[in-house]
């Protein structure tokens, strides 16, 4: 960091880079070598003819035609759509009633509500067709006892309902940072004006709370659209992602089509976020904070209380469902068409105990450095789109977010074509076999989660404090330091929350390049088990494994945030 | 975690070092459940060698060996699905290595047991059959399928999974098989009326053991380890061979520029040896060794491919004609079939409907419409010749064709027009079957 005696600002007759023009610099180079390059290696075919080799844009054409393409893009617009409509069902009175009212558990419920983002890969879909399938235990007993079913989880139905119960918490994070971040002086003076109630949340609370909303809820909307595991495992594939994955990785398959497909995606990917700041632009959502506040949290009269739990207890009951029919399927025996597991043994955990902590100390290495990188990085680039000139900085936004449309195989696929007979130095082998390598395809692969937490939160600091600190003379880098990064605190342990926690079940890039077994995090193990039919309890418990590990951690940070907030709100209260 | 980092720094090097041993590398698809009894054997059996087992899916293994063609670092793919060999042999990945083993014969079940160049070699067999659960077979009270043409019938609507065979190998062969024994147009007739009677086509073939497992479906076309493998965890399903079948190799084969060569042909050596093919015999394996003796420990029922009556009806499978049309059979499948589920399901329900209604009615204006419906049903867009016309099939094999044939048509543009066809067929199919309901 730059003496802080050095006044920054002002006009040099030299034109000099500034410290967030390098940063950016660097930002860009990163993504260009770990993102760009590495994808378009792969991708660069959807522009060549396939026998030829030739330049075309024939392949977009035959997109546009094709009558499946367009259903499936249809299919995908609808089911990411109603997504989000379902997951803000699920997350507003959630954030709600933990953010504006004393309410015992606020720490737990919001750590819970995090725990649908950790669905390890394949355990999941079993343990969902298990409750909530054809015959899964719900359908089996309305059926005995009534005589009918419930198709949960037929066709694109089954899709909105996995998807929305898997990423509202993207919804839920944000939103309560920015609930927490408004200023309870706009609330007061809403009340002096007479305004209460869901008037005044409608009106007051609910727009300024708007950046984290957004942000939460665009990146539901990308991320499903992006999103092939969860189709794929309910069998549907008449949408856009599923179809690009099923083209691009068929053995001894050259269809040009699946990255056509890749490249349609990234591109409505960076359109729909375009969208969304232009529904931002001009509206101003800073709020001049008094180094804490929030909303005033009230106390609930008894009957709302009996309310507020009853909505949060059916909430949880609803999202945790995945989790407590992948408890059972780790504890239970044989669980085969019928509504509990025949009987229950220890036994699989006993199974994974001793191969387990290899697994453990990989993943929270990996998951870990990754969301650390990502949050750097993510605050670093929030900083420069939203607060500096540089010519381009918007790009620096679009190209992280572009990652949450790139399939992993796609990104490793790339990566080993880029770095593979790249020999490191000390000894470490090849770069594409390193562990390290990991490491940083999961942070760009996980880098856009942070971001739109970071952007979120940067969005609602007021420039005047920054100014403010800057009039009494501080630098730049110390008013980044001491008031912009104080600040943007909730914001930027959610985005470590969500990146942490979707990093330790993330597969796809992972199986690509992990090059040997000791260096394998907890996915690929649970992948290993799920191969075969022997495994499944096995598999479920380590998958009931990395759901308690990221819990946990989500949940300590949770409660650093609390007792950071409760210490900043003591300061500001004293006279 | 400074410290962790430096734990693993420390452990990278040791393992690194552990590497001047005498290690075998070898990338497999195959579960932990089959390679940890090989390990262990294969390392008693020969003190000082160490297996080093990497897991990856077939496609992620394949795709890695392909990128990692300029600086090898693995010894061996070891893996079931012979396509994914037949890829990496023509794209020159794979060695051709002596290989010492005896009594081992040339074929199983009309289907070569090793590459005939020699590139690789089949260590354990599969057949594929109708996996059931027989909770769900009795709570919906239904009869045993015990052929393929049994599942054809209305009585097994929305009972029946499958993979499909652009996403498994293994499940491509079953649908060649067919086609091969049955022929194109009656084979591909079978297909449709058994899709129609699906209520999923999973995307991973270890999908459908899941589903059959789990209750989710109650029949199950899979590959025979996936049943008896089930059957041996405790779950109450069942497997049963039907008449049509083939049998298939699993295979290992040694990469070209391996690293240890000589350790690699010691694995695939004991691999073939009478010990090591008494491993497939484990209860969590479940494989059909190709050493005709390993059958004389083998429990009792275990199926035994080399006997008189295993699967009397099983067909000389025609490698060549497999191999030409491979991707166009899959794309055709995708097409016809797995995009197309809901439309083909409603026409299918639709004719079984009709059906019911003029099981003895004795109507000829039903009856007709119904033949027609049946007809539109099983239509398909190409013929057997088509199907293994070069300048045909080339659209679909863009990587390995011929440059000198003439290719009609890209891939896109035909997969459009069959999808145009199905759709109206099977429209229509439905609407003349209603129509055929209706009648009194």
Redesign the interface.
Known sequence: MADTTTPSRGFTLFPRLSGAAVAGILIAIFLMAFLVLPVAQVIYVAFLDARTGVFTLQNFQDFFNTTLFRESFANSFYVSAMSVVLATLIALPLAYITTRFNFAGTAAIQALGIIPLIMPPFVGAVAMSLLFGRNGSINLLLNQHFGFRIPFMEGLNGVILVQSIHYFPFILINLSASLRNIDRSMEEAAQNLGSHGIRMFRRIVFPLAMPGYLAGAALVFIKVFDDLGTPLLLNVNNMLAPQAYLRITGVGINDPMGYVISFILVAFSVFSLWASFLFMRGKDYATVQKGGGGLSRRDLKPREKWLAWGVILLILAMVLSPHIGLLLLAFGTIWSFSPLPDGFTLQHFGTIFTQSSQYVWNTLIYAGSAAVIDVILGTAIAYIVIRTGLPGRKWLDYMATAALAVPGVVLGIGYLRMFHGIQLPFGLGQMSSFWGIIIVALAVRRLPYALRACMAALQQVSLSLEEAAESLGASRSSTIRRIVVPLMTGGILAGFVTSFATAAVELSATIMLVGRSSDAPLAYGIYLYMQSPAGRGPGAALGILAVVIVALGSYLSQRIIERERARQAMTADRP | ?KR??TF?AL???M??AAAFADTVTVVT??????TDPFKAAFEAAHPGTML?????????A???LQ??R??N?IDLMWAS?P??F??LKEEGLLAKVDVQSEGIPDQIGGYPINDPDGSYYGFAASGYGIMY?T??VQ?NDLPVAEEWDDLKRAEYNGHVAMSSP??S?TTHLTVETLLQGEGWDEGWATWKWISGNM?????RS??V???V?????GFGIVIDF?GL??K??????ELVYPSVTAIVPANIGVLANAPNEEGAVKFVEFLLSPEGQKVLLNP?IMRLPVNPEAYADAPENFPNPFSEDFAPGAIEFDVDVSGAR??LV?SLF??LV??RM?DLRAAVSAVQKAEAAHADSGNDEAAALIAEARALVEAMPINAEQSLDASFTGAF?????DPDTE?VG????I??EW??FA?ENYRQAKKLADQAAALK
């Open positions: 975690m962790t980092m693993s452990a990278l090097l393992t690194s698809s195959f579960p932990r459940d089959l080093e087992v990497v897991s990856r899916n077939t496609n992620a394949v795709s890695h990128e990692t300029s600086a670092t699905a396509d994914a037949e890829v659960n909770r769900y709570a652009s996403r190998g209520n999923t086509v999973t995307e270890f999908g053991p899941d589903a497992n789990s209750g989710a479906t996936f493998a089930s041996a965890s405790g779950f109450p399903v969590a491979y991707t899959n995708d097409v797995t995009y809901d094999t863009i990587s390995r064709a290719v890209r891939q896109a543009e997969e459009q999808d145009r759709v």
